[in-house]
Nanobody, 131 residues
Framework: QVQLVESGGGLVQAGDALRLSCAAYGLTFSTYTMGWFRQAPGKEREFVATISRNGDRQYYADSMSGRFTISRDNAKNTVYLQMNSLKPEDTAVYYC????????????????????????WGQGTQVTVSS
């Protein structure tokens, strides 16, 4: 059974940093494209960042580029999201997700940023940024 377990969320002030982690179980981690998405209250889920299977390529949403960094450790079956210079508008539930080779055979836009390509999702971790 596949499980993605996020951790690291919390309440911080504007300008602070947080590092989210997502541990994966029950899948061959290195064969999955991993992504982070978020959903704020009253808004649709949106793409945050994604990383290729071997970690050599990443895509970011424009509003997060330069502030957020996605990385992965295939030996630990874990993907990370380092978030710096946090803003109140970053407040949301953050989800990690996994997409198989069949769903994303080549790491490229727009497939890699498309939430519908990701079959497995974590339960989410709340990030709240106060002003």
């Amino acid at each position: 059974q596949v499980q993605l377990v996020e951790s690291g969320g919390g309440l911080v002030q504007a300008g602070d940093a947080l590092r989210l982690s997502c541990a994966a179980y029950g899948l061959t981690f290195s064969t999955y494209t991993m992504g982070w998405f978020r959903q704020a209250p009253g808004k649709e889920r949106e793409f945050v960042a994604t990383i290729s299977r071997n970690g050599d390529r990443q895509y970011y949403a424009d509003s997060m580029s330069g502030r957020f960094t996605i990385s992965r450790d295939n030996a630990k079956n874990t993907v990370y999201l380092q978030m710096n210079s946090l803003k109140p508008e970053d407040t949301a539930v953050y989800y990690c997700a996994a997409a198989s080779i069949a769903a994303i055979p080549f790491f490229q836009r727009p497939k890699s940023t498309d939430a519908t390509k990701y079959a497995y999702w974590g339960q989410g971790t709340q990030v709240t940024v106060s002003s």
